[in-house]
């Protein structure tokens, strides 16, 4: 097999790079074969601030997954995320004007075209264009129009968009690490694409990726995204509130969050303690267990409180019949899912990569959603991907272009 049928992910996040490599068997059935992290330490709430830092993370993450599957790594599809991620919707108008009004792929690249050309800040672009729904002649709810007769043809859309920079700097560490961006995907398309089942999305979902840095949010309705939000909170503040309040260094916070942390006063015995270790030689503390839930609640709380309401003064509130999906390696949390019912009052469940072929105890995990749900991506980019033009020469870099033209220009 060559270097060519292997698919990379990877997943650049604030707390972990992980890199996730995919194989075809001789069923043709994608098989993960090799997973690799390493500690993050270049990025700030999902966006790259230390390129070397990025770059030696990246390396090392590759090389491990590399060892684990025996394949060499060449290029990458890699997600994108952080604070300027902007999820908007759109509608294009075109005339059909195939022969006999048949409506051919054209008719459907001019909507989306036509549907795309929305005004963007300079310092912004393009990262996804999803169709939601085509309409024809005023018939909505098709999924795909080709070879339906038409004389109008209308699409929703979701557009996602970016800042350049962001983009810029991860597509510079992939380089300098020594491999090809063949790609770059919003970090909860690719989560999305690894936890959530069809029916979820037909029915409507909400999916809350908690990461270290970030909490990113799409909602899904009848299949396609309406809501993308890229919150910069995550498990860091949590931590960062602990360390605080607790008087205590950030790794030993972490620690504390990771062993005794809970999100959810009922789920814990009123006189449990909890130890804390303390700075400059002074003797380990005890704490009441409920003390400790009740700081990591109130910013659980918030996190919550604050997509809830965005998510709601939108109106898709009560159009979620699939309830809520959370995943990331917050979502490992204690009491998450309890609280998550709680405050939107809806059904939750914790969403972990579907099952594949392969190394399945490796990435049956909720922080390697992205990583898995990119080779799951780029696996099958038609379903969810924007309609774009036939597929360059995989890794000779076209298919970003297509995208990001004039983003990449500096680089190569
Ligand atoms: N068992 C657990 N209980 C509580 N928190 C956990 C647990 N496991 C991981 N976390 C938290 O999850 C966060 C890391 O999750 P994840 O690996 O999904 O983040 P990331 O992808 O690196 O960051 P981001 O997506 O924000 O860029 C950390 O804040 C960590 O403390
Ligand atoms: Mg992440």
């Known amino acids: 097999m060559s270097a060519q049928e292997v698919i990379v992910g990877l997943d650049i996040g604030t707390s972990k790079i992980c890199a996730v490599i995919g194989e075809y068997n001789h069923n043709g059935m994608l ?3 090799g997973v690799g992290t390493a500690p993050s330490r270049g990025l700030r709430r999902g966006v790259v601030i230390n390129i070397e830092a990025t770059v030696k993370s990246i390396i090392t993450a590759i090389e491990a997954a590399e060892l684990m599957s025996g394949r060499e790594v060449d290029e990458v599809y890699s997600g994108l995320a952080g604070g300027d991620i902007e999820g908007i919707n759109s509608r294009g108008v075109v005339a059909v004007t195939g022969r006999g009004r048949e409506i051919a792929n054209e008719d459907v690249e001019r909507v989306i075209d036509a549907a795309k050309t929305i005004v963007i800040p300079m310092d912004r672009e393009v990262l996804h264009v999803i169709p939601q729904e085509f309409i024809v002649d005023n018939q909505g709810g098709v999924k795909n129009p080709i070879g339906m007769m038409g004389v109008r043809l209308e699409a929703e859309v979701h557009i996602i968009t970016g800042a350049i920079s962001s983009a810029q700097n991860i597509v510079k560490c992939i380089n300098r690490s020594g491999f090809k961006a063949c790609d770059l995907v919003l970090e909860p398309l690719a989560s999305a694409r690894a936890v959530l089942s069809n029916d979820e999305k037909e029915l409507g979902v909400l999916l809350i990726d908690l990461g270290c840095g970030t909490s990113d949010v799409m909602v899904f309705l009848n299949g396609a995204p ?15 509130d602990l360390s605080i309040m607790l008087k205590t260094p950030i790794e030993a916070a972490e620690k504390i969050k990771l062993q005794s942390g809970c999100c959810y006063q009922e789920l814990i015995q009123p006189e449990e303690e909890v130890l804390i270790p303390s700075v400059g030689g002074r003797a380990p503390r005890r704490i009441m267990r409920s003390d400790l839930t009740e700081i990591i609640q109130s910013r659980m709380q918030e996190i919550y409180g604050l997509i809830r309401s965005k998510v709601d003064e939108k109106g898709f509130l009560k159009m979620l019949g699939g309830g809520v999906v959370l995943t990331g390696g917050g979502a490992l949390l204690p009491g998450a899912i309890e609280l998550a019912m709680e405050i939107f009052g809806l059904p939750t469940r914790l969403g972990y990569p579907v099952k594949m072929g392969g190394l399945v105890e490796e990435y049956r995990h909720p922080a390697f959603s992205t990583g898995v749900g990119l080779v799951m991506y780029a696996d099958n980019q038609t379903e969810i991907r ?8 995989k890794g000779s870099f076209k298919n970003v272009f297509d995208r990001m033209k004039d983003w990449f220009k500096e680089f190569i």
Do not use: C, R, S
């Open 386 to 393: 924007e309609i774009k033009k036939p597929k360059e020469k």
């Open 31 to 33: 098989e993960i074969t």
């Open 226 to 240: 309406y809501y993308t939000e890229v919150f910069p909170l995550g498990g860091e503040q949590v931590t960062n």
